[in-house]
Antibody
């Protein structure tokens, strides 16, 4: 059974930092690209960042470029998101999502349960 | 930048057919994927590549895509289908990776 379990969320002050983790099991992690997707309270889904299987290619939505860093440890079957210089509008539930292996498009076939990040003083 | 437009809400009577649209410029040339999200839960993939269903998703869920509109159709709607539904595409025109979601449609079964 494929499982994605996020952790590391919480309350942080504006300008602070937080590191999210996503522990995975039930599939060969090293062979899948992975993404983080967030959802602000009462709002829709927003893709945040993506990392390829070997970790050598990473992409970010413009609003987090230079502040967030996505990474992975294939030996530990884990995905990470380091968030620096956090702002109030980063407040959201952050989902870890597995990308489909379809090379012609990108969609997410498995999701974690989400981790809430609240940026507030 | 590319924009996906969904109606904020759709209502359907139990047993009837619900249609949720996702508009975008020449979206028929892209692969469209659909997610169902119930309150407090993670999204669930219900249709991918315009028309395909993941295993475990009922045949009542179907998709189509042509021109400037992609459509998710839910036949014989049930109370358990009440949820937010999101369309999603990959905008491959840019050198940057752009994964885009529509704004979401709240489906009410009443």
């Amino acid at each position: 059974e494929v499982q994605l379990v996020e952790s590391g969320g919480g309350l942080v002050q504006p300008g602070g930092s937080l590191r999210l983790s996503c522990a995975t099991s039930g599939f060969t992690f090293a062979t899948y690209s992975m993404s983080w997707v967030r959802q602000a309270p009462g709002k829709g889904l927003e893709w945040v960042a993506n990392i390829r299987q070997d970790g050598n290619e990473k992409y970010y939505v413009d609003s987090v470029k230079g502040r967030f860093t996505i990474s992975r440890d294939n030996a530990k079957n884990s995905l990470y998101l380091l968030m620096n210089t956090l702002r109030a509008d980063d407040t959201a539930v952050y989902f870890c999502a597995r990308e489909s292996p379809d090379m012609s498009t990108i969609f997410f076939d498995y999701w974690g349960q989400g981790s809430l990040v609240t940026v507030s003083s | 930048s590319y924009v996906l437009t969904q109606p904020p809400s759709v209502s359907v009577a139990p047993g009837e057919t619900a249609t949720i649209t996702c508009g975008g410029n020449n979206i028929g040339g892209k692969s469209v994927h659909w997610y169902q999200q119930k309150p407090g839960q993670a999204p669930v993939l219900v249709v991918y590549d315009d028309t395909a269903r993941p295993s475990g998703i009922p045949e009542r869920f179907s998709g189509s895509n042509s021109g400037n509109t992609a459509t998710l159709t839910i036949s014989r709607a049930k109370a358990g289908d009440e949820a937010d539904y999101y369309c999603q595409v990959w905008d491959s025109r840019s050198v940057h990776l752009h994964v885009l979601f529509g704004g979401g449609t709240k489906l009410t079964v009443l």
